[in-house]
């Protein structure tokens, strides 16, 4: 049976979380009629995360209540082409949201802006280091867009989730207190930093001994009651520790929920559809233009719902699979190195020290997904390189997210895994310890990325996606330095006995590390090289935008989201100035 077609609209968002929400509020500003389609069901706070119940971490994180069901759609894993891919079938390094609002509604509010040099990676370490810094198989490159160009719409976000914060460059001026290392900025942070727990308390004071400049993270929990430019309020965090992995039950945490939703949603000319999976995007006969979606609803029925715009505004991997499903741009291939579809694929790479005391108590059930201290000293090229085998860098830093019962046992070295000594050693130790966490960049090579697998087919006969991802000897060396300088500071924060646990072997897609996958569907100047230009429009279909960290050529060493938000409205705002007063190319 033929799928049923539908009236046609101006503008379609594919997939409904933070870029989709943001991306349908500009346009729907613009006078467009948009339409947006959501696999999942809707979700909204006083329903779904009511604080009765947004507390269960049983129902929340173990059971994945929030997470993407690979029974319906999972992808295969491999860490190099000589291995067999086999599917994830259950979610474990990176959670994928389901529904309205996406992953957005379980992150935990860490927004940040990259560093300029990141966005300007290759050229900037070839001119400082030379091109025997580069491997031959590393194949980062520049973004296409600056810093600078970025900035305002930075700003834009943070006002939007009323990010708490303290600035370390106004205008070219270091601030006391903020990151000496940021990109200038226009104006500080809308809200103050959080307040500080005594764990991250304690972490600054002894980075500060050693010469470091410890500052607050920069937090979408809100550190005070907020009305953001939308008239939307938000309120005060409770730090109740449920962020990471958890919807927020007080209004406190940004999400497209708390932000954008309470306005869109009232607007005429913007409708959502939810349980509407979208399977391929169509083109007409000339291969150069996007005519339609075609998705199929909860009940099995399929339909065709054309667009004059459309937005890829899912999540990374769903991005750049429906791209490979659809026909849409040159699939990669790692032999030749030729094709675009797929390439760059990258994630981040982290490690940890445990801390503990036998005179302090820390209280780590107290906290918030962005309460902390950090140190950005080792990210990006903030200190230099020369000689010590890679690039790139990450931050050190204690956020003191919630110490979960269920998930949370620091233990000191040397504990057996279970039984009676394992047990008095949680109990001795829960409230005297914490951890100081590295987070670091993982460049992108020529042997990382994402292609469709020959065996493994959804629950429509789709090809899964397939992964194929290792961490090289750059992430290794980089995240050993990262974790030496880490215990540095453990050390001098005058513990017991602290306990170091290092990145070592292959990526593992057992235990959880991050949700920051990034690339496969990256920007650049040239078609040769990237699949999006630098306003994320396709250099194959020009009405087609591809907006989220699929676009990002290599992932450096903070958080995306900030960076993924500032991206989705540079894409708006050239789509509404330049685009609809002339369709085409942008570039």
């Known amino acids: 049976m033929a799928a049923q077609k539908l009236p046609s609209v101006d503008a379609l968002m594919i997939g409904f979380g933070w870029t989709g929400a943001l991306m349908a509020q500009e346009l729907t500003d613009a006078g467009l009629n948009v339409l947006a389609l959501e696999r999942g069901t809707w979700r909204d706070t006083p329903v779904d995360y009511a604080p009765t119940f947004a507390q269960d971490e049983l129902r929340y994180y173990w059971r994945h209540e929030l997470f993407q069901?690979?029974?319906?759609?999972?992808?295969?894993?491999?860490?190099?082409?000589?291995?067999?891919?086999?599917?994830?079938?259950?979610?474990?390094?990176?959670?994928?949201?389901?529904?309205?609002?996406?992953?957005?509604?379980?992150?935990?509010?860490?927004?940040?802006?990259?560093?300029?040099?990141?966005?300007?990676?290759?050229?900037?370490?070839?001119?400082?280091?030379?091109?025997?810094?580069?491997?031959?198989?590393?194949?980062?490159?520049?973004?296409?867009?600056?810093?600078?160009?970025?900035?305002?719409f930075y700003d834009k976000f943070e006002y939007l989730c009323g990010i708490a914060g303290k600035a370390g460059n106004l205008r070219g001026q270091t601030q006391d207190g903020g990151n000496p290392f940021e990109g200038p900025r226009q104006r500080d942070y809308p809200n103050p930093p959080m307040e500080m727990a005594y764990a991250p308390t304690l972490f600054a004071e002894a980075a500060r001994s050693l010469g470091h400049h410890p500052f607050p993270q920069p937090s979408a929990n809100m550190s005070r009651a907020y009305t953001n430019p939308l008239g939307v309020q938000m309120g005060p965090c409770s730090y109740c520790g449920f962020c990471e992995k958890f919807g927020c039950g007080n209004y406190s945490k940004a999400t497209a929920q708390t932000t954008i939703l309470p306005v869109l949603m009232r607007k005429t000319n913007f409708t959502l559809r939810t349980e509407a999976e979208v399977t391929k995007i169509n083109l007409d006969s000339t291969g150069k233009r996007a005519v339609s979606v075609?998705?199929?609803?909860?009940?099995?029925?399929?339909?065709?719902?054309?667009?004059?715009?459309?937005?890829?505004?899912?999540?990374?991997?769903?991005?750049?699979r429906l791209l490979l499903l659809s026909g849409i741009g040159k699939p990669y291939d790692p032999v030749t190195g030729q094709g675009v579809v797929g390439r760059n694929y990258a994630y981040q790479i982290t490690s940890s020290v445990n801390v503990f005391y036998d005179d302090k108590i820390l209280n780590p059930f107290v906290g918030a997904g962005a309460h902390g201290m950090i140190v950005d000293e080792f990210n990006g090229d903030n200190f230099d390189h020369s000689g010590l085998g890679f690039i790139g860098g990450g931050f050190i830093g204690i956020v003191q997210t919630g110490a979960r019962p269920i998930e949370h046992h620091p233990t000191p070295e040397g504990t057996p895994g279970w039984g009676s000594q394992w047990k008095r050693a949680v109990a001795a130790n829960y409230l005297k310890a914490t951890t100081v966490a590295t987070h670091g960049a993982v460049m992108s090579y020529r042997g990382n990325y994402l292609d469709l697998d020959p065996t493994y087919r959804d629950v429509y006969g789709r090809p899964l996606m397939r992964m194929t991802f290792d961490f090289t000897d750059n992430e290794h060396r980089m995240s050993d330095y990262l974790t030496d300088r880490a215990?540095?500071?453990?050390?001098?924060?005058?513990?017991?006995?602290?306990?170091?646990?290092?990145?070592?072997?292959?990526?593992?897609?057992?235990?959880?590390?991050?949700?920051?996958?990034?690339?496969?569907?990256?920007?650049?100047?040239?078609?040769?090289?990237?699949v999006v230009n630098r306003y994320q429009q396709s250099w194959d279909v020009h009405n087609l935008f591809v907006v989220g960290a699929s676009a990002f050529p290599q992932n450096p060493g903070y958080n995306p989201t900030g960076t993924v938000a500032a991206l989705t409205y540079w894409a708006a705002d050239a789509i509404k100035s330049r685009y609809l007063k002339s369709p085409g190319l942008l570039t």
């Not at 719902?305 to 991997?317: D, F, G, T």
């Not at 453990?490 to 690339?519: C, F, L």
């Open 69 to 152: 069901r690979p029974a319906h759609e999972t992808l295969t894993v491999r860490n190099n082409a000589a291995q067999t891919a086999l599917p994830m079938r259950r979610l474990g390094s990176f959670l994928p949201g389901i529904n309205v609002g996406g992953a957005g509604v379980h992150w935990n509010g860490q927004t940040w802006r990259f560093l300029p040099s990141d966005f300007v990676a290759r050229s900037h370490n070839l001119e400082r280091y030379g091109a025997k810094a580069l491997p031959a198989d590393m194949s980062i490159q520049d973004w296409g867009v600056t810093y600078d160009e970025l900035e305002p």
């Open 294 to 320: 075609t998705f199929i609803d909860a009940a099995g029925k399929e339909y065709e719902q054309p667009a004059e715009l459309i937005v890829l505004s899912a999540y990374i991997l769903h991005n750049v």
């Open 487 to 530: 215990a540095d500071i453990a050390r001098a924060m005058k513990p017991r006995e602290i306990k170091i646990n290092r990145r070592k072997g292959s990526w593992d897609v057992v235990p959880y590390q991050t949700t920051h996958n990034t690339g496969g569907a990256i920007m650049g100047n040239d078609p040769a090289t990237s």
